[in-house]
T-cell receptor, first 116, second 113 residues
Framework: AQSVTQLDSQVPVFEEAPVELRCNYS??????LFWYVQYPNQGLQLLLK??????LVKGINGFEAEFNKSQTSFHLRKPSVHISDTAEYFC??????????????FGQGTILTVHP | GAGVSQSPRYKVAKRGQDVALRCDPI?????LFWYQQALGQGPEFLTY????????KSGLPSDRFFAERPEGSVSTLKIQRTQQEDSAVYLC???????????FGPGTRLTVT
């Protein structure tokens, strides 16, 4: 079974400051990793994904994440945040193939609040 | 074309009532997922369809929950005899294999009073 832990439930930050949202996972098999963003009263939007290859992946809106297999982490970073980045962020894992057919296991979410 | 749509967006049900939640996936997407998102939590997997076949229903919390996708496109999640603990946002997502990206709808917020 897989599990995802997002280490911070809330992260306040000032505009134009850097931010890191932490995610650790556990799985007995290799996994695919995702970060989604959820704005109020909206569905989830994919920010970025790691399937294979380079461990540093870049996504939309200037976000990037680094896959660290030894530490089973997939932390999300942005060098300079904007007010519009205020939202809830979810880390998720999926097993490639097998019987799970790509279903996602999510962390509990991190609320990012950007202050002016 | 259009993204994933869900209806209704909000549903209030009295305890014991039956409800039906609809999901219209992206046209041509063979994979469809339902997730339940309780307040303050991440989404949790409920069930998965490949075309009209329900291949995984391991996440359905009880036999009061039933999902169908009879023609391989629109899906309905039905909850019988709703209970207060069923209050949550129900999210639908579709995927076009072999891509692993799931596209989510806006969700249906169910409140059981």
């Amino acid at each position: 079974a897989q599990s995802v832990t997002q280490l911070d439930s809330q992260v306040p930050v000032f505009e134009e400051a850097p931010v890191e949202l932490r995610c650790n996972y556990s799985s007995s098999v290799s996994v695919y990793l995702f970060w989604y963003v959820q704005y109020p009263n909206q569905g989830l939007q994919l920010l970025l994904k790691y399937l294979s290859g380079s461990t540093l992946v870049k996504g939309i809106n200037g976000f990037e994440a680094e896959f660290n297999k030894s530490q089973t982490s997939f932390h999300l970073r942005k060098p300079s945040v904007h007010i519009s980045d205020t939202a809830e962020y979810f880390c998720a894992v999926s097993e490639p193939g097998g019987t799970s057919y790509g279903k996602l296991t999510f962390g509990q979410g991190t609320i990012l609040t950007v202050h002016p | 074309g259009a993204g994933v749509s869900q209806s209704p967006r909000y549903k209030v049900a009295k305890r014991g009532q039956d409800v039906a939640l609809r999901c219209d996936p992206i046209s041509g997407h063979v994979s469809l997922f339902w997730y339940q998102q309780a307040l303050g939590q991440g989404p949790e997997f409920l069930t998965y369809f490949q075309n009209e076949a329900q291949l995984d229903k391991s996440g359905l919390p009880s036999d009061r929950f039933f999902a169908e996708r009879p023609e391989g496109s629109v899906s309905t999640l039905k909850i019988q005899r709703t209970q207060q603990e069923d209050s949550a946002v129900y999210l639908c997502a579709s995927r076009d294999p072999p891509s692993y990206e799931q596209y989510f709808g806006p969700g249906t917020r169910l409140t059981v009073t």
